[in-house]
């Protein structure tokens, strides 16, 4: 396994935890670092079976729509999809190689219905769409391409934020915000065998978030409950 970063001591850090693994210095919006890092993951580990397309960019949304700047746009559609599409450019001709290439994309609920961030939803949609047609363009050099969208996860993003996770643990139908583990399960499944006939799709793992209206329920229980 090949760790990349932008920051390649972090990408060191986590690789030491990894049996085997290596790591790299990676800027997903520089074209030169994405195609070094997929030519030292060939050199060192002989072939490329799975690439993740994780790095994403998350700007906050302005007051107002109309004082959005094109900074905040550009970035995080730069980053997080734009990103997706360098690495998977570069990395395909290695995955068709291996003869069992998949390339899973890290998305989002934030694809699929509004929590806000205007650019980064907007990539994650994207990300969808490449999704489908990636795995239509490459189903027969046997790549499979899929995509994990996640919802709330506890991640260092919400370090000291406890609070805010305890509230949003609320409205997921399963009472708890996921955990990183839970979606490294999912792409670890979507990138082995067991899924060899799987492609093209979005698996949401959101705890149940986009298929349960949880605040509708509770207040048709509650009127339930005060009618009966």
């Known amino acids: 396994m090949l760790v990349t970063d932008r920051d390649g001591e972090l990408a060191g850090r986590v690789a030491e935890t990894i049996e085997g693994a290596a790591s790299a210095a990676c800027d ?12 030292q993951a060939v050199e060192r580990f002989g072939r490329l079976d799975v690439l993740v397309n994780n790095a994403a960019s998350c700007g906050f949304d302005a007051p107002r729509f109309e004082d959005e700047p094109d900074g ?3 970035r995080d559609l730069d980053v ?8 998977s450019r570069a990395a395909v001709a ?33 990300l969808a769409s490449l999704t489908r047609t990636l795995a239509g363009s490459v189903a027969r050099r046997g790549v499979r391409v ?34 990183p583990d839970d979606i490294a399960a999912a792409v670890a ?13 979005t698996l949401r793992v959101d705890g149940g978030l986009l298929a349960v209206n949880t605040a509708f329920r509770r207040t048709l229980d509650d009127v339930t409950a005060d009618n009966g």
């Open 72 to 74: 905040t746009w550009e």
């Open 80 to 87: 997080t999809l734009s990103g997706a599409f360098r690495c």
């Open 94 to 126: 290695a995955l068709a190689a291996s003869g069992r290439g998949a390339i899973v994309n890290i998305g989002s609920v934030n694809g699929e219905q509004d929590f806000g961030n205007h650019a980064y939803s907007a990539a994650k949609a994207g």
């Open 146 to 179: 899929n995509m994990v969208a996640p919802g709330t996860i506890r991640t260092p993003n919400w370090d000291g934020r406890d609070d805010a996770l305890d509230a949003l643990a609320r409205i997921y139908p399963l009472g708890r915000v996921g955990e």
């Open 28 to 39: 997903v919006a520089d074209d030169a670092a994405v195609a070094a890092a997929v030519a």
């Open 189 to 201: 499944f979507l990138a082995s065998s067991d899924a060899a006939w799987i492609t093209g799709v």
